[in-house]
């Protein structure tokens, strides 16, 4: 079993849509949940940071985890052109500084 | 800040030619890290260092490669000899503690090797 799944997609949505992304993991020690944000050409940018279960707000993002059953989502309301992007979860397991990524979904939001 | 500066941004050799990538990390930042990406394997993490000294390495794939650190702004990843499965994306990321959890990463490094 992979330590990390993701759905690489594409995602095509329309603009105004609801987005949801999702990962599975597979490594109990992992206690950071985090999702990167990645434009063509440019390297990945922190985008939402959660350490717990449960779900963790910010504007049009909601980034929710479900330890119990090692599953990670990010949702993206009223979703617009400019998020179209290849979305990376990534976990930790806090005192390790290595980062486990996921392999990236890519987004085209359409207007 | 002008965030972390990478370059070059294309780079373009024969197979066994030596490349040398470079990096300008976050001013403050005092953990420094390579990272490869493909299609294949998504983001590797190559090396790690902490104050400029590498602490982990073992996601270096082979000899060809190494990673300096002389100073607290600049780091470089050297491939020589090069060999076409080399080509990746580079990137160089930095962050303000030593845990990895926060990173900010540089625009990268796009190298084919013919």
């Known amino acids: 079993q992979k330590e990390v799944e993701q759905d690489p997609g594409p995602l095509s949505v329309p603009e105004g849509a609801i987005v949801s992304l999702n990962c599975t993991y597979s490594?109990?020690?992992?206690?950071?949940f985090m999702w990167y944000r990645q434009y063509s050409r440019k390297g990945p940018e922190l985008l939402m940071y959660t350490y717990s279960s449960g779900n963790k707000e910010d504007g049009r993002f909601t980034a929710q985890v479900d330890k119990s059953s090692k599953y990670i989502s990010l949702f993206i309301r009223d979703s617009q052109p400019s998020d179209s992007a290849t979305y990376l979860c990534?976990?930790?397991?806090?005192?390790?500084?290595?980062?486990?990524f996921g392999k990236g979904t890519l987004l085209t939001v359409n207007p | 800040d002008a965030g972390v500066i990478q370059s070059p941004r294309h780079e373009v050799t024969e197979m066994g030619q030596e490349v040398t990538l470079r990096c300008k990390p976050i001013?403050?930042?005092?953990?420094l890290f390579w990272y490869r990406q493909t299609m294949m394997r998504g983001l590797e993490l190559l090396i790690y260092?902490?104050?400029?000294?590498?602490?982990?390495d073992s996601g270096m794939p082979e000899d060809r490669f190494s990673a300096k650190m002389p100073n607290a702004s600049f780091s470089t990843l050297k491939i020589q000899p090069s060999e076409p499965r080399d080509s990746a994306v580079y990137f160089c990321a930095s962050s303000p503690g030593g845990l990895g959890e926060k990173l900010f990463f540089g625009s990268g490094t796009q190298l084919s090797v013919l």
């Open positions: 990534a976990f930790s397991g806090g005192s390790n500084y290595k980062l486990t």
């Open positions: 260092f902490n104050n400029n000294v590498p602490i982990d």
């Open positions: 490594n109990s020690a992992f206690q950071y």
């Open positions: 001013s403050g930042h005092n953990s």
